[in-house]
């Protein structure tokens, strides 16, 4: 079955950087669209940031100019660089995957998932 499995996240000051990671396996990493989500303390799930198969990369306003998606179709793995961090990027990071090429925002349409990694930022 598919696994998607984040790491990277951690304790940052604000203004720093993390790069998480998103390592799949029986999963083709740039054949589909795959986003990071995220899900802070007494929030609903949110859209991050996506990329398509064909690499176009989308963001969330909260986000944009700050975090960067990208991916590494031989390691089979997906990024994201987050930069200039705040307090309110505080939350559960998790990496989504697709069966289609087209992202949606919504979580709904997101078939697999990893286990989410903790970025605080304080």
């Known amino acids: 079955h598919v696994q998607l499995v984040e790491s990277g996240g951690g304790q940052v000051q604000p203004g720093g950087s993390l790069r998480l990671s998103c390592s799949a396996t029986?999963?083709?990493?740039?054949?589909?669209?795959q986003a990071w989500f995220r899900q802070g303390p007494g929030k609903e799930r949110e859209w991050v940031a996506d990329?398509?198969?064909?690499?176009?990369?989308d963001y969330s306003d909260s986000v944009k100019g700050r975090f960067t998606v990208s991916r590494d179709n031989a390691k089979s793995t997906l990024y994201l660089q987050m930069n200039s961090l705040k307090p309110e990027d505080t939350a559960v990071y998790y990496c989504?995957?697709?069966?289609?090429?087209?992202?949606?925002?919504?979580?709904?349409?997101?078939?697999?998932w990893g286990q989410g990694t903790q970025v605080t930022v304080s």
């Open positions: 029986r999963y083709t990493v740039g054949r589909y669209c």
């Open positions: 990329v398509a198969r064909d690499g176009t990369t």
């Open positions: 989504a995957g697709r069966d289609d090429t087209l992202c949606y925002l919504g979580p709904s349409y997101y078939a697999y």
